[in-house]
């Protein structure tokens, strides 16, 4: 397997692994104003974020083929966290440990790279598969903010987590 950082030609595969909104909003809450999202969406938000933070999109590949995809960003003056989003692997290879191998990476990256002491994500209680991920790579829940994002009729929950 190779973790690399992202390409732009990556975005296309990426978005053909979300099949409805749910998925999308699960994946990307409001980041994006419309769904479906366009490949140029995601790449000019990169650029954007590029502008403004340490910002650091990475995809996973596996002989060649695209499998997951995350971004580390740098999110405030303290320069010892580093926080994981985006995190998404194709929808016809997960539950077979892609997941944690790209988190696992990822974290590598942040300690070793970025000089990181804590990596901390957020994830929807809804999206429990992804939860649970979090979890077995050793991800401990320190917050929970009720209702942080309304999906038309439904309120998530949003699960604050950090590895240190």
């Known amino acids: 397997m190779n ?4 390409k732009e030609e990556d975005a296309k595969e ?5 099949k409805n909104e749910r998925e999308f909003r699960l994946w990307s809450a409001d980041r994006y104003n419309n769904y479906p999202a366009l490949p140029s969406d995601i790449n000019n938000n990169y650029l954007e974020c590029q502008k403004t933070s340490n910002f650091y999109p990475f995809t996973l590949e596996d002989e060649g083929k695209i499998i997951g995809h995350l971004i580390l960003r740098n ?6 966290v580093i926080r994981l989003g985006f995190i998404i692997i194709d929808k016809e290879i997960r539950g077979k440990g892609y997941g944690k191998k790209l988190i696992k990476e990822a974290i590598k990256y942040a300690k070793e790279k970025l000089d990181a002491k804590k990596v901390n994500l957020g994830v929807f209680k809804s999206n429990e598969s992804a939860f649970e991920c979090y979890k ?27 590895l240190e």
């Open 136 to 162: 077995s790579v050793g991800f401990k829940v320190i917050d929970i903010e009720k209702d942080a994002y309304r999906f038309y009729e439904e309120q998530w929950d949003c699960i604050e987590m950090i």
């Open 14 to 18: 990426i978005l053909s692994w979300i």
């Open 75 to 80: 999110p405030g003056e303290n320069k010892d």
């Open 3 to 6: 973790f690399r950082t992202y």
